[in-house]
């Protein structure tokens, strides 16, 4: 089993930047691919980015491309979102995920990905 626990999430001014962490337990990441999710109010839950167990493969969606950045420090079992030009748009709560699996194909969709954190906010003022 795999917790994990989101942090850093927010409120900052469209234009900003934050820094959300996602510390893993349990198991090392080190073998996992590592994810983030957002979901807005009243909306479905959507893929933001990945980064594959190796670091040779990350996705981002094509709204935070240019402005997100997913990175991981396995020593510290921790992965990271760098969100930077935040818009307000991007307000939302951002979810980390954890799978193993090896085939990538599906790694945008939630069924994918087997473990879960709880979730940090958000909120972008304009």
């Known amino acids: 089993q795999v917790q994990l626990v989101e942090s850093g999430g927010g409120l900052v001014q469209a234009g900003g930047s934050l820094r959300l962490s996602c510390a893993a337990s349990?198991?090392?990441?080190?073998?996992?691919?590592m994810g983030w999710f957002r979901q807005a109010p009243g909306k479905e839950r959507e893929f933001v980015a990945a980064i594959s167990w190796n670091d040779r493969n990350t996705d981002y969606t094509d709204s935070v491309k240019g402005r997100f950045t997913i990175s991981r420090d396995n020593a510290k079992n921790t992965v990271y979102l760098q969100m930077n030009s935040l818009k307000p748009e991007d307000t939302a709560v951002y979810y980390c995920?954890?799978?193993?699996?090896?085939?990538?194909?599906?790694?945008?969709?939630?069924?994918?990905?087997?473990?879960w954190g709880q979730g940090t906010q958000v909120t972008v003022s304009s």
């Open positions: 349990g198991r090392t990441i080190s073998n996992y691919n």
């Open positions: 995920a954890a799978d193993r699996d090896f085939s990538l194909a599906d790694w945008h969709t939630e069924p994918f990905w087997n473990y």
